[in-house]
């Protein structure tokens, strides 16, 4: 049988009363009056009209690829991809694609991270004052943006996640006393050269990628003139639903403005390597160290940071070397959390936050405090703060395809079918690996079990100094590698399997080095199986569940742009809408042109729906964009002068941004008050234009000893000279 003919076969069903009596349609429908002549069932119209498609032809085919297909390629083309990385491109977009609620999310964050940055040095000085490229302003921007580029990469495993790794990075972006050794340059000096290679090195393109975002809003505008200029029309109500479907896209690229990555992401990590090292080998040295220590020696937290840079320095070694290793900014990785989190909130809360607008007034104490802050954690703890930018991604794709879903279920024949129930199918897919993502994150923080696993760190810290620094092949700590008994025994089983396979082989070949190619493989396999038993509960969600379905999600999102384009749901299946409970019929006068007055009110829904919460997004990334320029811009002159403009819009703004300050200290009470987060941990800085900082008494009476330490000093029975 051939591709059916609606058209032919409504006008048999409708002219034949025998049909009519035998499938007509008498269940309940909606919106569309009940009319058993003209109605027929799903089982009536497969036997009537065929199990087969009936496809589009090429001129509205076409039509869709230049509308929609071209647009969403051109959006997709503009993806912060990564040059000569053929593989690494292709997970990322089974990543971006197969689960945009949890990409989505994790760029949400470091936009989120990004942006403190921002804040933090526009804070550092009274609001009428752009100090010049020599001052510590400019050094200390210089360093809120290394700590925003080296957040995009991964951190050597394990050792990572110490205190004391934490307590060197800071060292490295924020203090000057430090002198690096068989150097000529001051560490500040380091930090000013490395910033500005950071800054040569990012990647351009963000015209192009405005130019891509407004192709896909133009394609949408002509796609609601074309629907609505045809109301009813079925090609075009199913067209623009796809059409709202994916329009989470073009603010997840438009999101790479903001996050973006750096031309040669290899030739960056070394560099970031290379300055890390350069930090390791100066606290290494006795005497560089023991200078370091003494320009703290008039600070009142001097005995205190003396300590912690020695038990800084006694980790240096384990530290130093290949400190990143690899690239994972735009959501590329999963679990990444990065350097900067830890570093913001802890000074936020121990210094920045108390003094507000000019924190950076007394640059040497400012210093102090943000090198030895309170390392209370280091790089390894889960932070329910992050539910606000998981929030945010799940309303912005969980937004735009509801409108999709609207527009398309409420088209005739009304009901849950192919199209609705692809979208529905591909939006809960994603929440679900969203869910398992944070369960498992939070479920597998070593932070469920500190004791335990601080010890395994200093063990295995030991385990590196005494074997030359060479990491161990395969390491599991606790937090991250659950209990896997039957697992372990299932690996076991299969080894010993592949052993005997492969040995049986290896002997049954004749073969001059027989013994040396069995031994060779049998310690290959052994190895694999080693490194399979050692993997972490994270590693193995990763191969066994989030990539695969990401991979199908990914898929089945082509599946529902390629069926819609070239007519793949024109079959009884989905014209009957017979998924769910309503439906499960189809009329041969409303399948093609439905002409219900309600079909125009649930258009107008659908549409605005996904437009607004699109614009919102949209919005959202180019304030931020613009609001954070200065701290990524490369000339001076240029920064200083947008900083000011952002003063003056923040300020114009702020009567805007109050009620969302005051709902989350709000917040921040209620959890101190329930006890779910510590006192000090509900600092946070908020934008104002003066300063308000009032120092305690406890506060006031140290600084007045400070400085009492630091007054001219006469003998009693000495005259003062002429």
């Known amino acids: 049988m051939g591709n059916p003919n609606f058209t032919r076969c409504g006008e048999t069903y409708m002219s034949d009363r025998y049909l009519i009596a035998r499938y007509n349609y008498t269940g309940k429908t909606t919106i569309l009056p009940n009319n058993p002549a003209t109605q027929i069932t799903y089982d009536g119209c497969v036997e009537l009209c065929g199990p087969g498609n009936a496809y589009y032809p090429w001129a509205e085919t076409s039509a869709t690829i230049t509308t929609w297909v071209l647009p969403i390629m051109g959006t997709l083309l503009q993806a912060p991809f990564e040059s000569n990385a053929f593989w690494r491109t292709v997970k990322a977009i089974n990543r971006w694609i197969g689960s945009p609620i949890s990409s989505l999310a994790s760029i949400l964050w470091d936009i989120e991270i990004s942006g403190r940055c921002a804040?933090?040095?526009?804070?550092s000085v009274p609001y009428n004052e752009t100090p010049d490229v020599d001052s510590e302003f400019a050094s200390m921007r210089d360093s809120f943006y290394i700590l925003m580029n080296l957040n995009q990469y991964k951190m050597k495993p394990v050792i990572s996640m110490t205190r004391e790794a934490e307590g060197l990075l800071r060292i490295a972006l924020f203090s000057t006393s430090l002198q690096p050794i068989s150097r000529k340059k001051s560490l500040s000096q380091i930090?000013?050269?490395?910033?500005?290679?950071?800054?040569?090195?990012?990647?351009?393109?963000?015209?192009?990628?405005?130019?891509s975002t407004l192709w896909f809003v133009f394609a949408l505008g002509i796609s609601v003139e074309a629907a609505f200029g045809d109301v009813g029309s079925n090609l075009q109500a199913h067209t623009l639903a796809m059409g709202l479907f994916i329009s989470w896209l073009p603010i997840l690229i438009l999101c790479s403005i903001l996050d973006r990555n750096p031309v040669a992401s290899d030739d960056?990590?070394?560099?970031l390597n290379k300055f890390v090292d350069v930090v390791c080998d100066s606290l290494l040295d006795v005497e560089t160290r023991h200078d370091f220590i003494t320009s703290f020696r008039d600070m009142p937290e001097a005995q205190r940071m003396a300590y912690w840079v020695d038990k800084v320095a006694a980790k240096a070694s384990v530290i130093k070397g290949d400190y990143f290793c690899g690239f994972s900014g735009q959501a590329r990785t999963r679990f990444h959390y990065g350097a900067a989190y830890a570093i913001l909130t802890d000074i936020e809360k121990t210094y920045i936050a108390e003094r507000g607008r000019g924190w950076l007034s007394n640059a040497r104490e400012a210093r102090a405090a943000?090198?030895?802050?309170?390392?209370?954690?280091?790089?390894?703890?889960?932070?329910?703060?992050?539910?606000?930018?998981?929030?945010?991604?799940i309303f912005l794709v969980g937004g735009t395809s509801a409108g999709a879903f609207i527009l398309s279920y409420n088209t005739p024949t009304v009901g849950l079918?192919?199209?609705?129930?692809?979208?529905?199918?591909?939006?809960v897919i994603a929440l679900v690996l969203m869910v398992t993502e944070i369960l498992t994150w939070w479920l597998t923080s070593p932070l469920r079990k500190q004791d335990l696993f601080h010890t395994h760190l200093e063990t295995y810290s030991q385990r590196l100094e005494q074997n030359g620094q060479q990491r161990p092949k395969?390491?599991?700590?606790?937090g991250l590698a659950a209990s896997k008994c039957v697992l372990s025994y299932l690996l076991s089983t299969i080894e010993e399997v592949v052993l005997s396979a492969?040995?049986?082989?290896?002997?049954?070949?004749?073969?001059?080095?027989?013994?040396?190619?069995?031994?060779?493989?049998?310690?290959q396999i052994r190895d694999h199986f080693a490194t399979l038993q050692n993997l972490t509960t994270r590693s193995w969600f990763q191969r066994a569940f989030f990539t695969p379905l990401e991979c199908f999600n990914m898929i089945w999102a082509c599946y529902l742009i390629f069926a819609q384009t070239v007519g793949a749901f024109n079959n009884c299946a989905c014209m009957t809408s017979s998924w769910g409970s309503i439906g499960g019929y189809l009329d041969f006068t409303q399948f093609n042109v439905a002409d219900s007055p309600l079909v125009v009110k649930y258009w107008i829904q659908g549409t605005v729906i996904t437009c607004v919460i699109m614009s919102l997004g949209m919005s959202y990334i180019v304030l931020e964009w613009l609001i954070q320029a200065h701290l990524s811009t490369e000339d001076y002159k240029d920064a200083m002068a947008g900083l000011r403009r952002v003063r003056r819009f923040r300020r114009a703004t702020h009567w805007v941004r109050y009620p969302s300050s005051l709902l989350v200290h709000a917040i921040n009470n209620i959890m101190s008050a329930c006890r779910l987060r510590h006192s000090s941990e509900s600092k946070v800085l908020v934008w104002t234009k003066e300063s308000h900082?009032?120092?305690?008494?406890?506060?006031?009476?140290?600084q007045l000893a400070h400085n009492a330490q630091h007054l001219p000093f006469h003998r009693m029975n000495e005259r003062p000279r002429n």
């Not at 804040?119 to 804070?123: E, G, P, R, T």
């Not at 960056?268 to 560099?271: D, N």
């Not at 120092?695 to 009476?701: D, I, L, N």
Request: glycine residues 8%; positive net charge; charged residues 25%.
């Open 119 to 123: 804040l933090y040095v526009d804070m």
């Open 191 to 211: 930090r000013y050269r490395l910033a500005q290679e950071l800054r040569s090195n990012r990647r351009r393109g963000v015209v192009p990628i405005f130019i």
């Open 268 to 271: 960056i990590q070394r560099k």
């Open 370 to 393: 943000l090198v030895l802050g309170q390392v209370d954690r280091g790089f390894t703890w889960f932070d329910g703060r992050q539910l606000w930018q998981v929030g945010a991604a």
């Open 417 to 427: 079918g192919c199209r609705t129930g692809g979208y529905m199918i591909f939006f």
């Open 474 to 478: 395969h390491t599991s700590f606790p």
């Open 502 to 523: 492969a040995t049986v082989a290896i002997r049954l070949i004749p073969s001059k080095r027989k013994k040396c190619k069995l031994e060779k493989v049998q310690l």
């Open 693 to 702: 900082y009032q120092p305690t008494v406890g506060q006031s009476v140290m």
